[in-house]
């Protein structure tokens, strides 16, 4: 069977593992990716004018068209749930024969608001490997088995949802991620390497999809929020065997530690820095909580090459922290970023406005926080409220959203923006983020004056602060050798996101002469080998990526 997949905006990592258990099984994959310029969920750098101009639409529908799928997958999130409708859509019109599949967190959560769209015929709930697998094969023999774990649908407008399949424990069973569904796409895609050692997270902060993920999956357990007995990993010796290869074929400058708290499991860290030598070290990024960081853990993520860690702080109100589900202390906070600057690891930290409750007070006291104990940067954001969130009804508690937003939000994506900094931000808390975005750009001394004096209402005016992230972007985009740079660091949108303008942009401009189709399918044949278990040198499938994928943009 042929399957393809259609994304946006960034690498998914998820897709990677999919298509790699898919093509384990026999069956050929292919990656449509539309960059989505100036229609970003980060909406920095939006615009209806230039997205028209710079839109991959049309030419990504040819490519589906001439490519005949008997499947197509899509990866719903909240934020891209009308891109992924409107390409169903049209899909549905164009290929009239083919299965239309979504999964992802967005048809998890909603799958029968997904489903009574009439543009997905089926929903995989949670994680899908295997499901998926069982799916297409099913297709593949004409006999579709309705009753398969994790599989939602319609049967005559009555919606039938049934039961998950438990979480896969095994995590070194799963096959090698494939890479090369991106990197055959570009320059953008191999920059930093992706990788994934553990799936969970030790909290399920009331926000974020691990939050929803642990309710539906342990629905019997009321300890969903802050036990870590719902994380998996691999084991220390198949990811020292992965990065052998990553490092010996294609070393790249940084890899991308996708684990939602590295130091979750200290015992699992240790070994991995006891038994990680020079053939396997790479500089990385991670993220991590400030609970788990400690003087044990610091030195160990030091050994194994840890150039940066981003921390989410999110509230100085430990009221708030706690009915978010981050059960922490500000001295547990403010010991975890003198420590990562001690040992000479760069700190980002991520700050949220806009949570249920907070006070103008809370934003006084996070500039005090952050003048004593400074990190690399403070990563502002404004809460986004995902349908199936546990935040959803602390916000309408908390008079932050009303009812009946919640209720919009519940039943579909608010078309292409659900962030709260236009609809419901506390007024208050905005110049405190501007102030912050200040320290972050301008050099401490310019940044203390700019602050002191109230110039830095001039910045939020004219949107300098956009301007410059732009500027950097452009700068950086052209040179690979400032990855990864600490201060400015890869993953920040300044840095990742205008990277893909940057190349996007010359594609569509030269199409515009060339008059062909720039758009790139990424098409994967079906592996002769089929085979359930991952043995750890399987990781010699994965081939470097060739010269014209390395080059930069
Ligand atoms: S710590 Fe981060 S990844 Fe973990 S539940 Fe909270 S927001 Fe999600």
């Given amino acids: ?39 970003f969920f980060r909406q920095e750098y939006n615009s209806r004018l230039m997205k028209r101009l710079f839109s991959f639409r049309e030419e990504i529908l040819q490519r589906a068209v001439e490519f005949a799928p008997d499947v197509i997958g899509f990866q719903i999130l909240t934020a891209n749930h009308d891109w992924c409708c409107d390409y169903a859509a049209e899909l549905k019109r164009r290929l009239p024969g083919v299965t239309i599949v979504a999964g992802g967190y967005h048809a998890t959560a909603n799958s029968e608001s997904v489903l009574r769209t009439g543009l997905f015929d089926y929903v995989l709930r949670g994680e899908a490997e295997d499901a998926l697998v069982e799916f297409v094969n099913g297709l593949k023999r004409g006999e579709l088995d309705l009753a398969a774990p994790n599989l939602a649908r319609l049967d005559n407008d009555v919606y039938i949802e049934n039961p998950l399949r438990p979480y896969e424990q095994e995590l070194d069973r ?23 050692w553990r799936r969970g997270c030790p909290w399920g902060c009331t926000f974020c999809g691990n939050n929803y993920y642990r309710r539906i999956y342990y629905p019997d357990r009321d300890d969903y929020m802050y036990t870590r007995s719902f994380l998996r990993s691999r084991s220390v010796d198949h990811v020292l065997a992965e990065l052998r290869h990553v490092k010996a074929t294609h070393n790249p400058k940084l890899l991308r530690v996708n684990d939602d708290d590295i130091c979750a499991d200290e ?63 500000d001295k547990q906070i403010a010991n975890a970023i003198d420590l990562a600057r001690e040992h000479g690891i760069a700190m980002f930290v991520d700050q949220i406005f806009g949570l249920p409750g907070e006070t103008e007070d809370d934003c006084k006291k996070l500039e005090a926080f952050y003048k004593q104990h400074s990190p690399d940067v403070v990563s502002v954001y404004w809460l986004d409220i995902w349908a199936g969130a546990e935040v959803l009804d602390q ?81 950086l985009a052209g040179d690979l050798s400032g990855f990864p740079d600490p201060r400015k660091g890869y993953d920040l949108s300044w840095a990742r996101f205008p990277r893909f303008f940057k190349y996007y942009m010359r594609l569509r401009i030269t199409s515009w002469f060339t008059r062909k189709n ?17 043995p750890a040198s399987s990781s010699e499938a994965l081939p470097a990526p060739t010269d014209a994928q390395r080059v930069a943009v």
Avoid at 286 to 295: M, Q, R
Wanted: hydrophobic residues 45%; contains cysteine; neutral net charge.
């Fill in 267 to 329: 015992a699992w860290l240790h070994e991995l820095a006891e038994k990680m030598t020079d053939a396997e070290r790479i500089p990385f990024k991670c993220f991590a909580i400030p609970n788990n960081i400690n003087e044990r853990t610091i030195v160990d993520l030091k050994r194994i090459g840890c150039e940066q860690i981003q921390m989410g702080v999110q509230s100085l109100n430990p009221s708030i922290r706690k009915l978010i589900g981050r059960p922490n202390s």
């Fill in 518 to 534: 720039p758009i790139a399918l990424s098409r994967l044949p079906a592996l002769e080998q089929v085979s359930d278990a991952l």
């Fill in 174 to 196: 799963y096959h090698e991620p494939d890479k090369e569904l991106f990197w055959n796409l570009g320059p953008p895609f191999t920059t930093g390497h992706l990788v994934e």
């Fill in 1 to 39: 069977m042929k399957v393809l997949f259609l994304y946006n905006e960034v690498e998914s990592l998820g897709l990677q593992y999919l298509s790699s258990a898919l093509r384990h099984a026999g069956h050929e994959t292919a990656l449509l990716f539309d960059p989505r310029l100036f229609d």
């Fill in 395 to 475: 916000a309408v508690n908390a008079g932050t959203i009303t009812q009946e937003t919640a209720d919009t939000i519940r039943a579909h994506a608010e078309p292409g923006d659900i962030a709260t900094e236009r609809r419901y931000h506390n007024a208050f808390a905005k110049p405190y983020a501007a102030r912050l975005e200040v320290r972050n750009h301008l050099k401490p001394g310019l940044a203390r004056f700019v602050n002191r004096t109230g110039l830095w209402r001039v910045f939020t005016w004219f949107g300098i602060f956009r301007m410059l992230r732009a500027w950097w972007a452009f700068t």
